[in-house]
């Protein structure tokens, strides 16, 4: 929508993103394609990222892309909530596991003792140490203890915020000053699922354990609304008490009026329809939040721009892995 002016109406829209996309960066090839993915032209790629797809096409190219070992990314907006999957592969390495630089801290103090216990220099209102339970650390810089400079990554247990046990130490030479004690990250290697088997065992990872429900319950309205584009060929009418009858299933799969046909064809509700897809799909997930599904369902024919963005940024993040 970011890419698209009224001059684009009813020209093919990836065609239309192509060019102003090309006009961003000029070292940047931009190709569109208009046919549909085969096959042979995912294969051709090392990331492939879907937007407004057809679960069904969704499943296709996920279980190409992941037998193929071509990272997948599914990215949708749908009125106020967003979704975002990610299947990089069975083997997949994080070289930088944690944001930001590696905590360094000067050292103070190292006793002789099993374990050995490292002081660091810090200041009073310090509350919390940086270093974890586990973190690898390296020793440099250290003056009478040179055993510990330069020796492979050791795991730390965090006593307080200034110390630090890290094994045994007393067969070293006593410490005298000086050293850095920084930590080490090493690469891990990750193991992602394919899409069909990750909508058919969710696992949901939230800030807090009230949030769950909400989440979960968005991750089955959003299964629950391809079912219904199945099965109307459209998206839920805004806020409709009443939907009109069912329009043919294509794209962009829009609300249709029925005219000359009678009422009684166009008397199921939108929203408790997608409700009731919801509730067969939830009896099988768990509990579900019927007032989410229902607003979900009401609003996602809208598209924002605001949680368009935030999903394509989060994706364009993903891709860049």
Known sequence: QFLLGESDVGQNRAEASQRALAELNPYVEVAAHTEELSEAFLASFQVVVLTESPLEEQLRVGDFCHAQGICFIVANAKGLAGQLFCDFGEHFVVVDPAEGDPVCAAVQHISQGSPGVVTCVGTEDSRSHLFCDGDLVTFSGVEGMTEL???EPVPVHVLDAFRLEIGDTSSFSPYRCGGLVSQVRLPQVHSYEPLRR???????????????????????AFQALHAFCREQGRLPRPRATVSPCPAPAQPPYLPQPCPGLPSSLCLQVDAERVLELARNLGARQGPLDEDVVRAFASVSVGDLCPVAAI??????QEALK
């Open 149 to 151: 400079n330069g020796r």
């Open 311 to 316: 999903a394509g940024a989060l994706a364009a």
């Open 198 to 220: 990750a909508l058919a065992e969710p696992k949901i990872q939230v800030a807090s354990p009230e949030e769950l429900p909400r989440s979960h319950s968005l991750h089955t």
